[in-house]
């Protein structure tokens, strides 16, 4: 336990999912302006974006939110 007392937890996967599938979205509205962008690359973006929407979705992705108190503030 490492000296924590876990308080709370939540699964924050489908925020997770719906940030990717906003931003997704989003990029595909600014795509022209996104590409003339210097030092952004859309085609590793959008992979990125679209693997984390895929891997969330299947729920071989998950992510987890932890409240915890170290034993030395209870």
Do not use: I, W
Not at 11 to 18: E, G, K, N
Not at 36 to 45: H, P
Not at 53 to 61: I, K, V, Y
Request: aromatic letters at 10%; zero cysteines.
């Amino acid at each position: 336990s490492a000296g924590f007392r876990v308080l709370e937890t939540e699964d924050r996967t489908q925020s997770v999912l719906r940030y990717a599938t906003q931003k997704l979205a989003a990029m595909q509205n600014y795509r022209t302006e996104l590409e003339r962008s210097e030092g952004f690359d859309f085609e590793l973006e959008q992979g990125y974006l679209t693997t984390v929407a895929e891997l969330s979705r299947s729920q071989a992705l998950s992510r987890v939110m932890y409240l915890a108190r170290t034993d030395a503030a209870a």
